[in-house]
């Protein structure tokens, strides 16, 4: 079941644009459109979870699989020296979108956190760019 309001089920029916890095049968993996760094890659499922809590647990597992593989493409394509994986849940951690989603996010050393009213938008085609690479590296795993 999808949620016709909620922004990230558009993205998953297709409904608006996203760069898209990978997709499978239940989950999808895009580029953050307010990167930390770039690659900065976002993982959801396809379904419409609000949260961590109401996701049934092979769903999760599922999710996490694809961020498994997605955060090595994403270190491998950027160079970067480490990965943040971080999953907020509720309007006090953060959480802005409330559809269930991990945010895998390059880093490097030294790198302070930015506040998200700090981070700005991504022009499409330096976007585009990222993922294309993401997505060769995905292939050659």
């Known amino acids: 079941m999808t949620d016709q309001f909620c922004q990230f089920c558009k993205l998953a029916r297709k409904e608006d644009d996203a760069s898209i ?18 690659g900065h890659t976002l993982v959801i499922p396809k379904m419409h979870y609000e949260n961590i809590y109401e996701i049934p647990d092979d769903e999760i597992a599922h999710v996490y699989r694809t961020v498994k593989k997605v955060a090595s493409a994403v ?19 953060l959480q802005r979108v409330f559809h269930l989603h991990v945010h895998v996010i390059p880093r490097y050393e030294g790198q302070r956190f930015p506040r998200p009213e700090e981070l700005s938008e991504a022009k499409r085609e330096k976007l585009e760019d990222i993922a294309e690479k993401i997505r060769k590296n995905l292939s050659n795993s």
């Open 21 to 38: 890095v990978f997709e499978d049968e239940r989950t999808m993996a895009f580029l953050d459109i307010r990167p930390v760094n770039d």
């Open 75 to 93: 270190k491998k394509s950027v160079k970067a020296e480490g990965i943040s994986i971080t999953q907020h849940n509720g309007r006090a951690a």
